[in-house]
């Protein structure tokens, strides 16, 4: 009878044991790794060469998505205009508000503007406390200069008021 | 017993660790602006704070939704571009754990040891120790375990990682395990899986009392938890498996039943426990718990593989319990069940043939979150997981199915660069043209020679009614507006010509003594009148020219523009001429690596599929041996009631009549499966059957 039983263990083991056997290799884990450097490499100089064709510095202008904490709000879509025309939008998944919360920043948008005065707006849809609809905009007078320009769309948290707090910022030029 | 890829925790200890990092300045930049006693509040109720540079923040964006190949690729562009200012020391610590989450142990290997040089002093102690701690689980995943545990010893983690406990596992020193298990500072979670590790290599090692004393130990820490977290429940399960199979290995069937019937019903590594608790229960002659415990399994799992085991126990326990006809029935079923199975799982074997198991156009889009999530899985593999969860849960097929998905993703995203280069391409000759259309235009002497006039008139007119505003020269004014269209100002102009012409006349004649004093007074007096006509009109000549003097200098300006945009675009001909030239260089590069990603991704596939293909061999010998015990067993009782029918009068027993009108009904059944069966497989001759009778089923 225990006969039995040690058989049946001993041949469970060895169909756990045995999935693990890897054919053999063909194409060594060093030679991948070089490979997969390699195209990551050539991947980051095709990213740098296209921001450099399609976002010049001198016009180039970016905006960012940075949630500090986010007790107050959960972000469900994003809307940027400039000067009153719609120029980017996003809806959020779990992971990317996840992302956000853990302190990730989104790259929202890149665009190119001439030099000059520019109204940036945002509007933020989602849950506000309590899981009320909540929807807010936020506003930043541009000065665009030869310089690229870095915005950030900062939502926080206002702890005094326990509510949600929207602001456009604008960044050094870097 | 590791249940979880290292490699995942280990980036994920990173990540933690790395996100923690960018509290501290944001705390500082905050508490100019809030009070302190809010700001104490908000920091201790919060977990995360948000990135200080804007390329960290988008790499961990894309790292936190298991896109280690855009979060990689963000941040070597940060790096080339040297904008990671607030992050720098992390940024090495968070590259070295995405490249060790993207396969790229090397690179990790270099980036720790880059962040422990020995003239790297600026770097945070916190660090270097995170840093040598990785470094030695790195080593440890390597295989390396000689260097793991130098690096271990820098690293001052010794105490606090359960690192040593598993090099002292690896290397079978059981004794130091357990003393390095009893003496770490780990959470609980770790403490529970250090015992239950300890006890499977106790159990490997055939210290079967031992290792149940581990897992139970594993089993009491959880219990000792008020409101257990889902991960301790997991571990609890796990444990109370280990130690009820290491109890059933020494015949302490009781204490197994007790080990099993502690696991929770609705896991799916429950089939593990009730099967343990059916055959603990039938060794202990607790045949109906046996029985209960099967049919509740395999009403559950009716096609998980402790279900197939189940369908040979429960007609064992039939005969235990001595219900021959039960236990013929369910012999049948189970023999019936594993040809369909057999048959199914040839057909998988041949449809992953030709299936793709990764493919990269179904989940190009989708973020990754774990190998295991079925539903991101290959529909073929998903709708057959009951086949392949063996292999599917294995560690080192889940890191190579990953690998693969690395590599189609990154053949995509070259695909991507492959469409766009044509259009770089066109975006860059557009420019040249625009660029030549410009200098053509402006950039010429006749355009420099324009620009100078203007230039030049400007200055002019300026000074002159610079002049004329501070005299208040009004006939200066009449006669700088000269040049003017209007008419009004003409003729004024026009007059003054001719009266300083006849006063010059009139001088003439008085030095010769030939003026009149009439002629004086005609010449005063048509001066006053022009003065008064100029006097009236000041303002409005004034404004006239001040208009004039305006456009002047907007032309001027607007040529000045155009000469500096001309020779903006003229310089931009040496970037363009880089541009191309960085374009080519790419795109010759580009074909080549396409064609090497996707050999490589073949050869990694392949092997995937090879090995699947050789699990599902190994379920097909180990059904079929399931299937030659049912058949052997249906013929051993068949051939016991033939036994039974020709040794028992009929005469003696007035109840043979019932027995004789229902069993060879069943008999006749049993005999038609098995005829069928016979003629496929292995014929049992008659001795076999024979042989068998009376023996176990093993």
Same mark, same amino acid.
């Given at each position: ?19 693990? %056997?890897?054919?053999? @290799? ?31 510095? %001198? ?21 940027? $205009? ?7 939008? $996003?809806?959020?998944? @779990? ?10 920043? %989104?790259?929202? $948008? ?19 406390? @309590? ?35 929207? @602001?456009?910022? %604008?960044?050094?030029?870097? | ?6 490699? #995942? /925790? ?38 995360? #704070?948000? !990135? ?21 690729? =963000? ?124 006890? !499977? ?21 959880? !219990? ?14 796990? /444990? ?8 059933? +290995? ?16 609705? =896991? ?9 608790? !059916? ?50 029935? /369910? ?60 292999? +599917? ?11 693969? #998905? ?47 006039? *203007? ?16 005299? #208040? ?22 007059? +003054? ?15 010769? *003594? ?27 000549? +004034? ?42 260089? =790419? ?37 079929? *041996? ?43 059944? /049993? ?28």
């Amino acid at each position: 009878m225990g006969r039995f039983l040690k058989f049946f263990i001993f041949s469970m083991a060895l169909s756990a044991d045995a999935v693990s %056997q890897a054919q053999q @290799e063909q194409f060594s884990a060093e030679q991948l790794e070089n490979l997969k450097r390699e195209v990551i490499k050539l991947n980051r100089d095709l990213l740098i060469l296209e921001e450099d064709l399609l976002y010049p510095a %001198q016009s180039q202008v970016a905006f960012y998505v940075s949630m500090d904490v986010g007790h107050y709000f959960k972000l469900d879509a994003i809307k940027l $205009h400039i000067d009153n025309k719609l120029s980017a939008s $996003h809806l959020y998944t @779990e992971h990317q508000r996840d992302a956000l919360v853990r302190g990730g920043i %989104q790259p929202l $948008h890149k665009g190119n503007l001439k030099s000059g005065d520019y109204t940036i707006s945002a509007f933020f849809t989602g849950l506000g406390p @309590e899981g009320r609809e909540y929807k807010r905009g936020a506003t930043l007078e541009l000065k665009k200069t030869d310089e690229p320009a870095v915005i950030e769309l900062r939502i926080s948290d206002k702890i005094s008021k326990q509510q949600p707090d929207f @602001e456009l910022v %604008q960044w050094p030029a870097p | 017993m590791q249940y979880r890829p290292l490699s #995942r /925790a280990l980036s994920l200890t990173l990540t933690l660790l790395s996100v923690s990092l960018p509290a501290f300045g944001n705390e500082v930049e905050i508490a100019q602006h809030e009070n302190p006693a809010e700001e104490e509040e908000k920091a201790g109720t919060q977990k995360y #704070r948000q !990135a200080q540079d804007m390329a960290y923040g988008a790499t961990l964006y894309a790292y936190f939704q298991g896109n280690n190949f855009d979060a990689l690729s =963000t941040l070597l562009i940060a790096k080339q571009r040297d904008s990671i200012k607030v992050h720098g020391d992390s940024a090495a610590l968070i590259e070295g754990g995405i490249s060790l989450s993207f396969g790229l142990h090397q690179r990790a290997a270099e980036l720790f040891e880059q962040l422990l040089q020995a003239d790297n002093k600026n770097i945070d102690t916190k660090y270097r120790q995170a840093a040598w701690l990785k470094l030695a689980e790195l080593n440890y995943l390597q295989g390396d375990f000689p260097k793991a545990a130098v690096h271990l010893e820098k690293s001052g983690a010794v105490q606090t990682s359960s690192l040593p406990l598993n090099l002292a596992l690896h290397s079978q020193d059981l004794s130091n395990a357990r003393q390095l298990l009893e003496n770490a500072e780990l959470s609980l979670a770790q403490r529970l899986l250090g015992h239950i590790n300890l006890g !499977a290599a106790l159990a490997r090692s055939g210290q079967l009392d031992e290792a149940a004393e581990a897992y139970r130990t594993a089993g009491a820490l959880a !219990a000792e938890q008020d409101e257990p977290s889902e991960e301790i429940q997991v571990l609890a399960d796990k /444990a109370h498996i280990g130690a009820g199979y290491a109890l059933a +290995l020494t015949e302490q069937f009781t204490q197994a039943q007790l080990a099993f019937s502690r696991v929770r019903l609705q =896991t799916p590594w429950a089939t593990k426990a009730l099967l343990g608790l !059916a055959w603990s229960s039938i060794n202990n002659a607790e045949y109906q718990k046996g029985v209960d415990a099967l049919h509740f399994l395999l009403s559950k799992h009716e096609h998980s593989p402790a279900a197939r085991e189940a369908r040979v126990a429960l007609p064992y326990a039939y005969e235990k319990q001595q219900e021959r006809n039960a236990a013929l029935t /369910a012999y049948s079923n189970a023999a019936s069940y594993y040809q369909t199975t057999l048959q199914e799982l040839q057909q998988l074997q041949q449809n992953l043939a030709s299936e793709p198991l990764a493919d990269a156009r179904q989940f190009g889009e989708a973020q990754r979150y774990g190998w295991l999530q079925m539903a991101q899985a290959s529909p073929l593999l998903r709708d057959n997981q009951h086949f392949l969860l063996p292999i +599917l849960q294995s560690d080192k097929f889940q890191l190579r199915l990953s690998e693969l #998905r690395d590599l189609q993703q990154i053949n995509s995203v070259l695909q991507g660069w492959s469409d766009k280069l044509p259009q770089l391409h066109a975006l860059i000759d557009e420019r040249h043209q625009r660029r030549s259309n410009i200098i053509e235009k402006y950039q010429n002497a006749q355009f420099d020679q324009q620009l100078q006039i *203007g230039r030049q008139q400007y200055r002019r007119l300026n000074d002159a009614l610079a002049q004329i505003e501070t005299e #208040r020269d009004v006939l200066a004014l009449v006669k700088a507006s000269s040049r003017s269209d209007s008419d009004n100002i003409s003729n004024a102009a026009e007059m +003054l010509e001719l009266l300083r012409g006849a006063e010059q006349r009139y001088q003439l004649l008085q030095k010769h *003594g030939k003026g009149s004093d009439y002629q004086g007074e005609t010449l005063q007096r048509a001066r006053g009148i022009l003065l008064w006509q100029a006097s009236e009109e000041y303002h409005h000549r +004034l404004w006239q020219q001040r208009k004039t003097l305006g456009q002047l200098e907007e032309n001027l300006r607007t040529g000045e523009k155009q000469l500096r945009k001309t020779s903006i675009e003229a310089s931009r001909a040496p970037q363009l001429t880089e541009l191309t030239e960085r374009l080519q260089n =790419t795109a010759a590069q580009l074909d080549d690596k396409r064609a090497a990603i996707a050999h490589a991704a073949t050869l990694v596939e392949a092997s995937l599929r090879q090995d699947i293909i050789a699990e599902l061999d190994r379920e097909q010998i180990q059904i079929n *041996g399931y299937l030659a015990h049912t058949r052997l067993a249906i013929a051993r009782l068949q051939d016991a009631s033939l036994q039974e029918s020709i040794l028992q009068p009929v005469t003696d027993n007035p109840q043979g009549v019932n027995q004789e009108e229902t069993q060879p009904l069943e008999n006749a059944i /049993a005999e038609e499966q098995y005829s069928e069966e016979a003629a496929e497989v292995n014929k049992p001759s008659e001795s076999t059957v024979i042989s068998s009778e009376g023996d176990e089923s093993e």
